[in-house]
């Protein structure tokens, strides 16, 4: 039974409110811990103590810097199995998942240690003869840091570690659904280590209380918040009264493209990967899958062969494909706002659309059309809506109607995906390919809108769950 407390200035301490709620293991209900019902006093604390402490934290050199983050790298690794379990048992996602996000996070910190030591700045060229012009790297200040509970540890090293790094201090709130993975065991690495007190901060709570007394915080030199769009858009119409400086992360109704001329196979294995990963819980996730008529017959019966095979269960076997989803709140929005009024307005269920508890069967859906949940909303939980169109540019066109973060184009010739990519408004596009691993650390916000397009060359290794379940069977 882990006993999560707010992290204040070096001390591990109680609500404000003396309150507490409890954490839950996802796929059997049992209580695993619990964590502090923190709210606005305690944010002023630990903002508060991280502006006390950012002068002398900055002062201190790069390479000081870095040695406390290769320290927090070290603490993590050292419990790497004990992190792994308890991110499976939290977050609901099978060992794979749990493993990558734990990895990731180690991962962040020493990149972050590296780069902290590598660049303080650039020579510019002169703007009139005899002058020198330097421009130097300087930390903002005081960081807040909302996060989501889909991939708690991750989502938060991504702004922590590079923030501490170059000098920032930092307050972490942390989703109340994943408090302990997401923000507990990140403010016992800073005891662990030493990190001085005030440097990184942690006020666990509820997004009513803890979560928008940070958003809303004048005393931050920046936000950075991943979450959902609708909290983003109140984030921001908050903080343009008065210019306040937020880097925001939302969700969006990503695209997963089929021309006539893929090869359904392969689209089928990546499809399972790319709306089933982590049971569909991510912002990356595909939302709508967009396909070409010629090859909609077999893409659907690929697609649901494979679906069909998985299998649902608790996150803790080996033999499991997918587990629970989040919360039952997580749950009925799918089903009651998304499924079943898609199927209502002439959707055809293809199998799945069931649930047991927090375990929802992986659904596929055909036959949707652009007026449908299915199709207007972020899905958000395994299911696999299939609309048919009639050519690559209505595809298109369908895709670029929704605001999108990551897509995915299936075709067997690459600059006709790498076109269709170009043409699609997404940061990120993959073609022939989903959820590429692609080093996607410390890609900070710029001035300019960046699109990453990836190319499948070689046959990729698909995990079992996702490939040809045949040879399993």
């Known amino acids: 039974m882990a006993v999560g407390r707010l992290y204040i200035d070096g001390t591990f301490q109680d609500a404000a409110s003396g309150r507490a709620a409890p954490v839950h293991e996802k796929a059997t209900g049992a209580q695993i811990g619990t964590y502090a019902l923190g709210g606005s006093a305690d944010v002023d604390r630990a903002v508060a103590a991280a502006r006390a402490a950012q002068p002398a934290w900055a002062a201190l050199s790069a390479p000081e810097r870095a040695g406390y983050l290769r320290g927090l790298a070290e603490h993590l690794q050292g419990r790497y199995e004990e992190l792994v379990e308890l991110s499976i048992r939290e977050t609901g996602g099978v060992r794979a998942k749990a493993e990558d996000e734990v990895t990731t996070s180690i991962r962040q910190l020493l990149i972050s240690s590296v780069q902290a030591t590598e660049n303080a700045g650039d020579i510019l060229p002169p703007y009139k003869a005899g002058k020198l012009s330097l421009s130097r790297a300087v930390p903002l200040g005081v960081i807040g840091v909302i996060t989501p509970w889909n991939y708690p540890m991750n989502l938060a090293m991504r702004m922590v570690a590079p923030g501490l790094a170059f000098g920032n201090t930092i307050v972490l709130k942390p989703a109340e659904l994943t408090p302990l993975v997401g923000g507990h065991v990140l403010a016992e690495a800073a005891e662990a280590v030493g990190l001085p007190a005030g440097v990184f901060n942690v006020v666990t709570g509820d997004g009513p209380e803890a979560g928008w007394a940070l958003a809303d915080h004048r005393g931050l030199d920046l936000l ?36 006539e001329d ?10 399972m990967i790319a709306s089933l990963e982590f049971q569909g819980q991510t912002c990356i996730s595909s939302s709508r899958h967009i396909v070409v008529r010629e090859v909609a017959d077999l893409y659907l019966e690929a697609v649901t062969r494979r679906v069909e095979a998985l299998r649902l269960g608790d996150p803790m076997s080996p033999d499991t494909d997918l587990g629970p989803l989040i919360s039952e709140g997580q749950r009925n929005r799918l089903h009651e706002r998304i499924v079943a009024p898609s199927i209502a307005k002439g959707a055809r269920l293809v199998t799945g659309g069931t649930y047991d508890g927090l375990f929802y069967r992986p659904t596929v859906l055909a036959d949707v059309t652009t007026d449908m949940p299915a199709f207007t909303e972020e899905i958000f939980g395994p299911v696999i809506p299939v609309t048919v169109v009639d050519s690559e540019d209505e595809a298109v066109e369908l895709a670029n109607r929704h605001p999108m973060m990551m897509d995915s184009v299936f075709t067997a010739d690459l600059m006709r995906g790498m076109d269709v990519a170009e043409r699609l408004r997404a940061g990120e596009v993959h073609v022939n390919d989903a959820h590429a691993r692609h080093g996607a650390e410390n890609q900070m916000p710029g001035f300019t809108r960046r699109q990453w397009i990836g190319v499948q060359r070689t046959p990729l290794t698909l995990p079992d769950w996702a490939s040809d379940p045949a040879g399993r069977r």
């Open 224 to 259: 950075d918040f991943t979450g959902s769009r609708e909290v983003g858009l109140a984030i921001a119409a908050s903080a343009a009264t008065d210019l306040r400086a937020i880097r925001l992360e939302l969700g969006g109704d990503n695209a997963f493209i089929v021309l």
């Open 262 to 271: 893929a090869d359904v196979e392969l689209a089928a294995s990546h499809a």
